[in-house]
C-alpha cells in the first residue's frame, strides 16, 4: 500500500535530528559551564534543524498528498514536524537573546523540540519500513 | 499532539505579551524609575531612515542660530577647538568584532539600513574660520591614515589622539594646519573586536594624565566573559610615559569624557545595555570616581542585578554604585561639553549633551543635543532641548540622524560648536 520513502526525504529527515539533538546536547554545555560559545554553537545548529526540519515537513506534505492522505499516520508525521519547526523557530528567537537571557526556556524548548522530531523520525522511518515490508 | 499543540498556543500567547508599549519617557536625575526588565522575543525596534537635509535646518533655541560650517565629511566624531579657534574634527569608524551568531547576522543587516555607506576618513580635519565671519574658508587634513580616531585632547603644544587601538601624539603649534610628522604612540589600547570601539579622551585639569573610555566588548557579555577584559572601564594614563591604570570601571560605554571647568572632577556619558525594555536602562551623565565599580555588566543603576549574566558575582553587585544622572534609557549620548557664561543666562552653567537616538524602542527617543543644567557644580533639573529637529515626523530623518557629540567654543565670538550627523559639522551662534 504504502511505498518507502524517497531518498531525498530520508536524508532530509536524517539530517534534522542530530541538528536538533546537537542544539540540546550544546544547550546543557552551556547551561552547565555559562561558556558562550555552546550557545553560539547552539544558534547555528538550531538554524540548520530549522532548514532540514522545514524541507522534511515539505517532503512529508507532498507524499501525503501522493499517497491521497488516507494514510493516518502520515498525517501526525507532519503534524509533528511542524510542531517541531514552530517550536524551534520561537526556540531561535529565544537563543537571540543575549547571553544568559536564553536560559532557561531555550533549554526547555530544546528539550521538546528535540523529543518531537525524535518521535516524527520514529513514526516516518516506522512507516516507511512497514511499507517496504508489504 | 494535543500537548504540542497547546505548548504552541502559551508560546504564542507570551510572544504576544512581550511586545509591550513603551510609556514613559522621562527618566531624568539621580533616582529615575526603574520598571521591571522583561525579556522580549523580539527586541522592540525603530531603525532611523538616514535622509539628506536638502533646506532644512536644526532648530536652536531662540536668540540662537545654527549652521553647517563642513559638509562632505566621512564620519565625523568627537571635536576639538584648538586655542585659536580652529577645529579639528576626528573622522573614522572603527571595530573587528565578527558575526557570531544568527543573530549578529540580521542584527547587522537591519542596522546598516540606520547607518550612512560613506567610509570612514580615519584622518583628522582642520577648519578654520580666519576672518571671523563665520564661514570656514580653510579645510586641510591635519593628519590622516590614523585607525578610526574618536578622542582629542590639547596638553600644552602636544595633540592627543585617541585611535580605536591606542592613544597616539601629535606636536602640535598654534595655528599649524598639517601635523608636522608622525605620531608617536603613547600607549596601546585593548582593540580586540571592538565590539564598542569608540575610545574617548580628556586630559586632567593639570595635563598630567590622559583619560580614556573603554567600552564593553558586548551589550551584555554575549562574546564571553574573557572578551571583556580590560574593558568597561576608563583607564588613567601618564601623559608622559603612557603608563596606565583602570580608573573607575562597570561603565559599559563611555563614549565622551569632560574636566568639568574650575574643577579636577571627571565627568562621562555613559550608554547602558539594551533589550530588556524600552525603558531600561537610562544612559548616563556622571562624574567619574576614582576606583569606583559603576555596576556592568552585573548590575545597572546601582545594584539591580542582570540575570543576563553568568557566573554571577554578588560581591561586585554589593560594590556597585549609582551614576549621579539618568539622561533616559537608549537615548545613546555620544558627546558632553561644559558650557561657559559665555553661552547665555540660561545655558551658563551645566553641561551639553549630544544623543546620537535610539533603536531598542518603538518611540524613537534622542536624536538632539540636550543641556543639563547644573547648580553648585551637580546636575540640577531636567534636560533642556537644545538642537532638536535630527528626527522629523517619526520616520523621515535628516541626515543628522546621527548627533555625535558636542563641543565648546570657548574663544571671544562667544560660539558653540555642535557637530553631528554622518556628514555634516555645525555651529550654533549666539
Known amino acids: 500500500?504504502?511505498?518507502?520513502?524517497?531518498?531525498?526525504?530520508?536524508?532530509?529527515?536524517?539530517?534534522?535530528?542530530?541538528?536538533?539533538?546537537?542544539?540540546?546536547?550544546?544547550?546543557?554545555?552551556?547551561?552547565?559551564?555559562?561558556?558562550?560559545?555552546?550557545?553560539?554553537?547552539?544558534?547555528?545548529?538550531?538554524?540548520?534543524?530549522?532548514?532540514?526540519?522545514?524541507?522534511?515537513?515539505?517532503?512529508?506534505?507532498?507524499?501525503?498528498?501522493?499517497?491521497?492522505?488516507?494514510?493516518?499516520?502520515?498525517?501526525?508525521?507532519?503534524?509533528?514536524?511542524l510542531a517541531a519547526f514552530?517550536?524551534?523557530?520561537?526556540?531561535?528567537?529565544?537563543?537571540?537573546?543575549?547571553?544568559?537571557?536564553?536560559?532557561?526556556?531555550?533549554?526547555?524548548?530544546?528539550?521538546?523540540?528535540a523529543l518531537l522530531v525524535f518521535a516524527a523520525t520514529w513514526l516516518g522511518l516506522f512507516d516507511s519500513r512497514r511499507g517496504e515490508a508489504a | 499532539m494535543k500537548f504540542s499543540s497547546r505548548l504552541l498556543l502559551c508560546a504564542c500567547a507570551a510572544l504576544l505579551c512581550a511586545c509591550g508599549s513603551d510609556p514613559d519617557t522621562s527618566q531624568y536625575g539621580a533616582s529615575p524609575k526603574l520598571p521591571d526588565p522583561h525579556s522580549q522575543l523580539l527586541p522592540t525596534m525603530k531603525i532611523a531612515k538616514p535622509a539628506q537635509w536638502g533646506n532644512r535646518q536644526p532648530s536652536v533655541p531662540k536668540g540662537y542660530r545654527i549652521s553647517a560650517i563642513a559638509t562632505g565629511l566621512a564620519i565625523?566624531?568627537?571635536?576639538?577647538?584648538?586655542?585659536?579657534?580652529?577645529?579639528?574634527?576626528?573622522?573614522?569608524?572603527?571595530?573587528?568584532?565578527?558575526?557570531l551568531t544568527p543573530k549578529d547576522v540580521i542584527a547587522a543587516y537591519i542596522k546598516a539600513k540606520g547607518t550612512s555607506s560613506v567610509k570612514g576618513g580615519n584622518?583628522?580635519?582642520?577648519?578654520?574660520?580666519?576672518?571671523?565671519?563665520?564661514?570656514?574658508?580653510?579645510?586641510?587634513?591635519?593628519?590622516?591614515?590614523?585607525?578610526?580616531?574618536?578622542?582629542?585632547?590639547?596638553?600644552?603644544?602636544?595633540?592627543?589622539?585617541?585611535?580605536?587601538?591606542a592613544v597616539v601624539r601629535f606636536d602640535y603649534q598654534d595655528g599649524q594646519l598639517n601635523a608636522s610628522g608622525s605620531p608617536v604612540t603613547v600607549t596601546g589600547l585593548p582593540f580586540a573586536i571592538n565590539h564598542h570601539w569608540t575610545k574617548s579622551l580628556?586630559?586632567?585639569?593639570?595635563?598630567?594624565?590622559?583619560?580614556?573610555?573603554?567600552?564593553?566588548?558586548?551589550?551584555?557579555?554575549?562574546?564571553?566573559?574573557?572578551?571583556?577584559?580590560?574593558?568597561?572601564?576608563?583607564?588613567?594614563?601618564?601623559?608622559?610615559?603612557?603608563?596606565?591604570?583602570?580608573?573607575?570601571?562597570?561603565?559599559?560605554?563611555?563614549?565622551?569624557?569632560?574636566?568639568?571647568?574650575?574643577?579636577?572632577?571627571?565627568?562621562?556619558?555613559v550608554n547602558e545595555r539594551d533589550e530588556i525594555g524600552p525603558n531600561l536602562v537610562p544612559d548616563y551623565l556622571t562624574s567619574v570616581r576614582e576606583g569606583a565599580f559603576y555596576?556592568?555588566?552585573?548590575?545597572?543603576?546601582?545594584?539591580?542585578?542582570?540575570?543576563?549574566?553568568?557566573?554571577?558575582?554578588?560581591?561586585?553587585?554589593?560594590?556597585?554604585?549609582?551614576?549621579?544622572?539618568?539622561?533616559?534609557?537608549?537615548?545613546?549620548?555620544?558627546?558632553?561639553?561644559?558650557?561657559?557664561?559665555?553661552?547665555?543666562?540660561?545655558?551658563?552653567?551645566?553641561?551639553?549633551?549630544?544623543?546620537?537616538?535610539?533603536?531598542?524602542?518603538?518611540?524613537?527617543?534622542g536624536y538632539k543635543v540636550v543641556f543639563v543644567p547644573f547648580r553648585d557644580g551637580h546636575p540640577a533639573g531636567d534636560p533642556i532641548d537644545f538642537v532638536t529637529g535630527f528626527q522629523v515626523e517619526g520616520l523621515t530623518w535628516s541626515t543628522g540622524w546621527r548627533d555625535r557629540g558636542s563641543a565648546r567654543r570657548a574663544d571671544r565670538r562667544r560660539r558653540f560648536v555642535e557637530y553631528d550627523l554622518a556628514r555634516h559639522a555645525s555651529e550654533v551662534k549666539r
Open chain 2, 295 to 365: 555596576g556592568w555588566p552585573y548590575s545597572y543603576w546601582g545594584r539591580n542585578v542582570d540575570r543576563r549574566v553568568r557566573p554571577e558575582n554578588p560581591q561586585k553587585v554589593a560594590m556597585a554604585i549609582a551614576p549621579d544622572y539618568a539622561l533616559g534609557s537608549h537615548v545613546a549620548a555620544l558627546g558632553v561639553a561644559f558650557s561657559a557664561p559665555t553661552m547665555g543666562a540660561q545655558f551658563a552653567e551645566g553641561a551639553f549633551v549630544g544623543e546620537h537616538g535610539s533603536w531598542n524602542r518603538g518611540v524613537p527617543v
Open chain 2, 123 to 165: 584622518r583628522l580635519t582642520l577648519l578654520r574660520d580666519a576672518d571671523g565671519d563665520g564661514v570656514y574658508e580653510v579645510r586641510t587634513a591635519f593628519a590622516e591614515n590614523l585607525n578610526a580616531p574618536y578622542g582629542l585632547a590639547l596638553v600644552g603644544n602636544q595633540l592627543f589622539v585617541a585611535n580605536q587601538d
Open chain 2, 202 to 269: 580628556a586630559a586632567s585639569a593639570d595635563g598630567l594624565f590622559l583619560y580614556v573610555g573603554i567600552g564593553s566588548n558586548s551589550n551584555i557579555t554575549e562574546r564571553g566573559m574573557t572578551a571583556e577584559t580590560d574593558r568597561a572601564m576608563v583607564w588613567q594614563i601618564d601623559a608622559r610615559t603612557g603608563a596606565h591604570k583602570p580608573y573607575a570601571t562597570g561603565l559599559r560605554n563611555p563614549t565622551a569624557l569632560a574636566i568639568r571647568p574650575g574643577s579636577v572632577e571627571l565627568w562621562a556619558v
Open chain 1, 1 to 81: 500500500m504504502r511505498r518507502p520513502l524517497h531518498p531525498l526525504h530520508v536524508v532530509l529527515l536524517a539530517g534534522t535530528i542530530p541538528l536538533f539533538l546537537g542544539v540540546l546536547f550544546t544547550d546543557i554545555a552551556y547551561f552547565n559551564t555559562f561558556e558562550v560559545q555552546w550557545k553560539n554553537f547552539a544558534s547555528w545548529m538550531l538554524v540548520g534543524g530549522l532548514v532540514f526540519c522545514g524541507l522534511t515537513a515539505l517532503a512529508a506534505l507532498i507524499g501525503m498528498v501522493r499517497a491521497d492522505g488516507r494514510a493516518r499516520k502520515s498525517v501526525f508525521y507532519l503534524l509533528l514536524l
Open chain 1, 86 to 113: 514552530v517550536l524551534g523557530l520561537i526556540n531561535a528567537f529565544v537563543h537571540a537573546g543575549d547571553a544568559w537571557a536564553s536560559m532557561p526556556l531555550g533549554l526547555v524548548l530544546s528539550v521538546i523540540a
Open chain 2, 76 to 99: 565625523p566624531r568627537q571635536t576639538l577647538v584648538l586655542p585659536n579657534g580652529d577645529i579639528l574634527v576626528a573622522e573614522g569608524r572603527g571595530g573587528y568584532a565578527p558575526k
